[in-house]
């Protein structure tokens, strides 16, 4: 009995912990519609803070100071990148701003590792706080208690904060109903600095209240930031009740998970998710919200296939492209040979984002079923690359037309913490399942043919398929489905009301761009020769959001460029400098603040590019 | 027969009855106004005939076969088409495109993953657009138009699917008055020279009387009045319904929620 | 200095990287693959290129102590007039993001665009692994230095693939001779949920099993790698009432672990006994709150006194003013290593290093190693002992150094793993 109230009592420690970090979130995620993947950097550096402040300082006045002075120097921190940054981006497509977080992460890991060492820090204990208390007769660590309580105390702080002041009117109003605030003239911009202080604030909190239980290391931030993620969304996206209780019950599982099915560690929480999404589409305590496009945003304009000169430049490009094996070497080719798959990757991912209006956190999962596909392939069967290239897409394709069906049942961040969720299942199946999978050792020997074997083979198989595929699914964009899925983004009313069953729709372009991701993947895997579920992972997913969104997402070419400038910023960094993290980071910042459309998205914009209207 | 036959129409929420027995019908070629005060149960009504909501007794028949509880999407291939109260267009597409869209739907081409979806139905796009004084903006992008000229395309819309009934949800909300003039004016040649039907509300009175055909009134959810407007303008019930909100007699100009 | 002028492409100040990176973003295009392509032609006293790839940003706590000690190893042999009569040493080393698909590509520059003569590095088993797949396909060298995964050199071993660092079933079984002398009948494991704690706890077990058939095991938790719930997971391992517990964790989850654990007395009257917890990389930053009492592999470099060690810990800390890691050790052995088979083969050519590094004989900081021809491992060991705390901070005491050639299988055994 004392034994599973002391298991309650630290599921419930671990709860307040992850409320601190989500509740940050969500109050950003609320009134901006940012999706902020600095959370978890804020998070590190609030524990990094509290750990140089604490050892500065001493004693226990100072270990409390600099738990407070850590918070509110990282809220500072969350003000910077709102007023440099993000500030300028408010009007930019959908979710852009993520790009901008996304640099900022980068940023700061290699701040980090600059100002503190690679060395894991352990800070100080909490002073007074440093022993155990006898529960039922099993021991209790004291600070733990005071985390328990520290999670509802800050509940009701921030209920008062949101209740009992006008800031917390303004708040509440703009998380339901942005337009609504800035139709009533309200000051939105000191409203978004404001809440980007109090939740990087939080975040900071949260990462300086771990010091007494963990060493501060480079990799909290990756850590934290996806749960916390998980912990908003089954909550309710802007619901901070909803977080709390899912804080709990997600600490709660956890904690009780392992006694059960201790190896279920990896994928609990998004299992847990999963369930909940499918059961409640907006979380536990969410409402339905008015979608995140809307006002602010400048609506998509018309898509046109290529006139005499579109076609004369994609001609040239891929004449181009096919000139290249004569001038380069095997390095240069196998890097071109990425990038084709990478834009495939990319271009499928827009397809369901752009046209589809369907974000994507977990696109990734189908690049990675593609290569699984070809390498189970060859582990199990000693299929060849014909083979695998056959299967890769329609490896994909199946697992797209299973989860398809659930994801496309909900909307806006819903749906794409749903497809991150599964791309967690089936990565952590990749990963645990060794009999099959190879498990993180992953498979060995996926070679291509001998045929294909040079690099200039390869890449010349890379390209027809690569830009097949490209060509198809624009082909598929200017189809009538592609118009239907459009219509059905544009205004599911309407599309309705039309004869246009608009969840079928984007289910089958969900299996469209599934299998081509997979065809990507497939191609991936004889390019490198090995298959890994990293290939499945999170970063591979992140990589395709900041393809699409850096090409700019209401373009056609923008994946294509996209895919192509991260690809090579990524790969040239790397070998000039050991910093390339800071230096990619800054970059993508900059990309950012100078092309707020993406980079595709601005030039279009631009008065020589611009199309006249007829 | 006539083209839309509603009976016995009942749906309470919650242990209210919205909508209470209702039965009415509209002739090929006519235009049915529906009227009432603000919580008569319009809305309601108006949702259960297009398949948002299932009635809980009664029936829709449509030339004879039933369409109650069946969904937005079927009820408009047996042929209703609809207008919104508050506009809803393709936005990212030209006003051209728009109609071509619901022409592709209509023709059930959209599991078409191949051809060229502006090449298709472009003539017959173009016909409706110029029927109702569009054809010079068929290229603009529908996002950056006027919001009469979208209840135009929005009607264009509508009758692309060559609809037998037309369900028009305050047809001229939000419009200039002399908008609504134009748009009904054109609304009842359209229906005329089709015979389509259609059943319609409204909040401004002018429009009602000047260009509906017959008008049925509903209050708590019941049928009070029903016959052409000069007869239900004169019914002492429907006068004592609208006594004081004034709106039965005066210009309700923008009167959109 | 002329130690430093050799031409290893790593260390430059920070400023110098901003510079670079800079000029990365104008130039990011293919073009400068070219641009390196046509650059990489030959010279007159034509240096030796080794390609080193390892996880540097990352895993910087082991990496960067492996940086410095084959920069050290690399700086020696140069300033002893290299290899083969006066060729240096070259190291163009690169980070590999911590995926192995990145470190294929990486690998796949040095060899076509650097022309580098030898593979070396990884620390991660997966990254490591996608090396030595490349490194059979273009058959080159690769000397994989840190990865612990025993298919490394067994299951999905090849030609031209050797590992230096014992392998986790050598790490193991060193503990397990330990824990067999235990009195503990009750055991219960917690290692990261991956390949290497799934392989390190399968292997203690069955050796152990063997070794004391009396044992059972009453508990196993698999935490997440990086996001151990410390208490719960402590928790659970003592409500099973263990006498032992094996640990396979390691870095943040350690301390976490530990922290919990010691607070909870968990660990009080419990024997444990832990994999590489005794290395510096993991056990400084415990500071004095290192577990006192744990039976651990690890690398107590204060106290090893044989010359080969003093030697290397003189000019270390000379070099850098600073103490080695486990990986500093790694990576001087790695380069001496490399030297030692090319002086052997007497030529860079890619055949002959692999024959020459079968059966190589390398004097290592630890002592003399030998590269098996069998399997391709090296036999280096590790230092076996039990931790302690002076001075505020942790160490090992009553330590032995395990020979890793003591604790490998039979022949017929690994040949029965390794497809031949």
């Known amino acids: ?614 | 027969m006539a083209v839309l036959e509603v009976s016995g129409l009942t749906k309470s929420f919650g242990g209210v009855q919205a909508v209470k027995g209702v039965g009415f019908s509209v002739e090929a070629g006519e235009l049915l106004a529906l009227v009432g005060p603000n919580g008569a149960g319009k809305t309601t009504c108006f949702n259960m005939l297009n398949g948002q909501i299932r009635p809980d007794a009664g029936d829709v028949r449509l030339a004879g076969v039933s369409i109650a509880g069946k969904s937005p999407r079927r009820i408009w291939r047996m042929g209703v088409g609809r207008t919104f109260q508050i506009t809803a267009t393709f936005g990212s597409m030209t006003v051209l495109e728009n109609i071509q869209m619901v022409l592709l739907s209509h023709h059930r081409n959209i599991h078409d993953l191949w051809t060229r979806a502006t090449r298709r139905h472009a003539d017959a796009a173009l016909a409706l657009l110029d029927r109702v004084g569009m054809a010079s903006q068929a290229s603009r992008p529908c996002g950056v138009l006027a919001y009469g000229d979208l209840k135009r395309v929005e009607l264009a819309m509508a009758l692309a699917g060559e609809p037998r009934l037309l369900l028009m949800d305050e047809p001229t909300a939000g419009m200039a008055p002399a908008e609504r003039i134009d748009l009904m004016a054109l609304t009842a040649d359209l229906v005329r020279e089709r015979g389509i039907a259609v059943l319609f509300t409204e909040h401004d009175m002018d429009v009602v009387f000047t260009h509906a055909d017959r008008i049925i009134v509903l209050n708590r959810g019941e049928l009070i009045a029903e016959g052409p407007p000069a007869a239900v303008r004169a019914n002492p019930h429907v006068q004592e319904v609208y006594l004081g909100s004034g709106s039965m007699y005066g210009h309700a100009g923008g009167k959109t929620p | ?420």
Request: charged content about 15%; proline content about 4%; aromatic content about 10%.
């Open chain 1, 1 to 614: 009995m004392g034994f599973y109230l002391v298991q309650f009592l630290g599921g419930l420690a671990q709860a307040s912990s992850l409320f601190l970090v989500a509740a940050g979130l969500s109050i950003i995620f609320g009134v901006t519609r940012i999706v902020n993947f600095a959370h978890g950097s804020f998070y590190m550096l609030g524990a990094y803070l509290a750990y140089t402040l604490a050892e500065r300082m001493g004693g226990a006045v100072g270990f409390w100071s600099a738990i407070a002075l850590a918070a509110v120097a990282t809220g500072v921190v969350g003000v910077v990148m709102e007023l440099l940054v993000l500030r300028r981006l408010y009007r930019g497509p959908e979710l852009f701003q993520l790009l901008a977080t996304f640099g900022v992460v980068l940023i700061v890991q290699d701040v980090a590792l600059l100002i503190w060492g690679p060395e894991d820090l352990l800070g100080p204990r909490a002073p007074g706080l440093e022993g155990v208390v006898r529960i039922l007769g099993r021991p209790f660590p004291k600070y733990e208690l005071l985390l328990i309580a520290l999670g509802p105390i800050v509940l009701g702080l921030l209920w008062l904060l949101f209740h009992r002041t006008r800031w917390g009117t303004l708040v509440r109003a703009a998380t339901q109903d942005r337009e609504m605030t800035a139709a009533l003239g309200i000051n939105q911009t000191w409203l978004f600095t404001s809440v980007l202080f109090v939740g990087s604030l939080l975040a900071g909190l949260g990462g300086a209240l771990q010091i007494p239980r963990e060493a501060v290391n480079l990799h909290m931030d990756i850590n934290i930031v996806v749960e916390a993620f998980v912990v908003v969304v089954v909550g309710g996206m802007g619901s901070v009740g909803g977080a709390f209780l899912a804080a709990v019950l997600i600490g709660l599982i956890q904690a009780f998970g392992i006694l059960v099915f201790p190896q279920i560690t990896l994928v609990v929480v998004f299992l847990f998710m999963a369930v909940v999404l499918v059961v409640r589409p907006h979380g536990l305590m969410g409402r339905q919200q008015a979608t995140a496009r809307g006002a602010g945003h400048v609506p998509e304009a018309p898509i046109h296939a290529s006139g005499m000169m579109g076609r004369v430049a994609a001609v040239g490009l891929l004449v181009v492209l096919a000139a290249l094996p004569a001038l380069f070497g095997d390095y240069a080719l196998a890097v071109l040979t990425e990038m084709m798959i990478l834009a495939l990757f990319a271009a499928s991912l827009h397809f369901i984002m752009g046209p589809g209006g369907m974000v994507s956190f977990g696109h990734a999962a189908y690049f990675g079923l593609g290569a699984y596909g070809a390498g189970l392939l060859v582990k199990h069967l000693s299929g060849g690359m014909v083979a695998g290239l056959v299967s890769a897409p329609l490896f994909a394709g199946l697992g797209a037309l299973l989860f398809g069906w659930f994801c496309v049942r909900l909307s806006g961040v819903y749906l794409a913490m749903l497809t991150l969720a599964f791309a967690q299942i089936v990565w952590s199946i990749a990963f645990q399942w060794y009999a099959v999978t190879g498990g993180d050792n992953g498979i060995l020997g996926v070679w291509p043919d001998g045929w294909a074997s040079p690099r200039w083979a390869f890449y010349y198989l890379s390209l027809v398929l690569c830009a097949g595929g490209v060509l198809m699914l624009r082909r598929v964009i200017f189809s009538p489905f592609g118009y239907a899925l459009r219509a059905g983004r544009d205004s599911p009313l309407r599309a309705d009301a039309v004869g246009i069953d608009v969840r079928h729709l984007q289910w089958l372009a969900f299996t469209v761009a599934g299998a081509f991701a997979g065809l990507a993947g497939g191609l991936y895997a004889y390019s490198k020769g090995s298959v890994f579920p990293t290939l499945m992972a999170i970063p591979r997913s992140v990589d395709g959001l900041v393809m699409v969104l850096l090409g700019g997402v209401q373009t056609l070419t923008g994946p294509l460029v996209g895919a192509a400038v991260f690809h090579a910023l990524n790969t040239e960094m790397v070998r000039y400098t050991d910093h390339w993290r800071l230096t990619l980071g800054v970059a993508i910042v900059l990309l950012v603040v100078i092309f707020p459309q993406g980079i595709v998205g601005t030039l279009a914009r631009l008065p020589f590019f611009r199309r006249k209207e007829a």
């Open chain 3, 1 to 420: 200095m002329m130690l430093d002028s050799p031409k290893t492409r790593s260390r430059r100040t920070v400023l110098t990287h901003l510079l670079r990176g800079v000029a990365g973003i104008a130039l990011a295009t293919i073009m400068t693959g070219i641009v390196t392509e046509a650059s990489g032609g030959a010279a007159a006293a034509e240096p030796v290129r080794i390609g080193e790839i390892n996880s540097y940003t990352g895993l910087p706590a082991f990496t960067l102590p492996y940086r410095n000690g084959w920069e050290l190893a690399v700086a020696e042999i140069n300033a002893n007039g290299g290899v083969l009569g006066g060729r240096m040493l070259e190291v163009i080393s690169r980070d590999d993001g911590g995926k192995p698909d990145d470190a294929v590509r990486v690998a796949n520059e040095l060899v076509s665009n650097e022309k580098v003569d030898v593979l070396a590095g990884t620390f991660f088993s997966h990254i490591g692994l996608a090396v030595s797949d490349y490194a059979l396909r273009t058959k080159k060298l690769f000397m994989a230095a840190e990865p612990l995964t025993d298919a490394m050199t067994w299951e999905k071993g090849n030609r031209y693939t050797f590992r230096l660092r014992p392998s986790t079933y050598m790490q193991a079984a060193m503990l397990v001779e330990q824990a067999a002398a235990l009195p503990a009948k009750r055991w219960a494991t917690v290692a990261p949920n991956y390949e290497y704690g799934q392989s390190a706890v399968t292997i203690f077990k069955q050796l152990l099993k063997e070794k004391r058939p009396d044992v059972e095991f009453v508990a196993e938790q698999w935490p997440a790698q990086g996001k151990i719930d410390a208490g719960s997971t402590v928790q659970a391992l003592a409500a099973a009432e263990p006498q032992a517990i094996f640990n396979v964790t390691f870095g943040p989850d350690l301390a976490r672990l530990v922290r919990e654990g010691t607070t909870r007395g968990a660990f009080d009257g419990v024997s444990v006994v832990s994999l590489l917890t005794g290395e510096p990389e993991y056990l400084d930053p415990m500071k004095g709150e290192a577990p006192t009492g744990w039976i651990v592999t690890g690398y107590p470099w204060d106290q090893i006194d044989t010359p080969a060690h003093k030697a290397f810990l003189d000019a270390y800390q000379a070099k850098y003013g600073d103490y080695p890691r486990l990986g500093s050790i790694v990576g001087y052995t790695t380069i001496k290593s490399i030297a030692a088979a090319i002086e052997k083969a007497g030529s860079t050519e890619t055949e002959a290093m692999v024959d020459a590094m079968k059966g190589l004989k390398v004097d290592s900081p630890f002592a003399q190693i030998t590269y098996r021809a069998i399997d391709h491992q090296a036999t280096m060991g590790a230092y076996v002992g039990t931790i302690a705390v002076k001075d505020g901070k942790g160490t090992m005491i009553e330590w032995t150094y395990a020979d890793g050639a003591d604790y490998l299988p039979a022949d017929d055994v690994v040949l029965k793993r390794r497809p031949q």
